[in-house]
């Protein structure tokens, strides 16, 4: 068995945690939504023994939108934590999530959320602890990016059997 942990960088952070192996489907043990941006993340690090074990770790990386005018950048204060730390992850422009497809943003979010919901793969805010989940739905999203991208046979047959 292989373990892979999936953040979404930021003011929250969602992390969740996967297994799979070379004839099982990714399946989706855990899930948090940190709040607290990088000292929220830090602690949670160095409480939780989660990343010692893991064999693959994928985060979104910061992109900045031009319509960000004053950018908020927790996230970018995470991802060199998680350098600084030693655990460079597979990095993932934030658009990679959307594999669903869609032609806006909102058409895009709505086929993901749907997709989540059809594979029993859906959080709310009670799941995680928190008002919403949406976070820890963008680290579902983004393991489930990785997953296609290496091309997962087992969990390709289970989530797109198409």
């Known amino acids: 068995m292989q373990f892979l942990v999936s953040i979404d960088p930021g003011e929250s952070t969602g992390i969740t945690r996967w297994n799979f192996s070379d004839s099982q489907p990714a399946k989706r043990t855990d899930a948090w939504q940190i709040t607290g941006g990088l000292q929220g993340f830090l602690d949670f690090y160095h409480k939780d023994s989660l990343f010692e074990w893991v064999q693959v770790i994928v985060s979104e990386q910061f992109t900045l939108l031009n319509h960000d005018y004053v950018a908020n950048v927790e996230p970018v204060r995470i991802e060199g934590a998680m350098t600084a730390l030693g ?31 059809a594979n029993d793969l859906w959080l709310t805010g009670k799941d995680v602890g928190q008002p919403d989940a949406n976070d820890a739905i963008s680290s579902t999203l983004h ?20």
């Open 87 to 117: 655990f460079g992850p597979i990095w993932q422009p934030p658009a990679m999530m959307y594999f669903c497809g869609g032609e806006t943003k909102a058409a895009r979010k709505k086929a993901s959320q749907d997709f989540l919901k």
């Open 143 to 162: 393991a489930l990016a990785y997953f296609r991208s290496i091309r997962h046979i087992p969990t390709l047959k289970k989530y797109w059997t198409e």
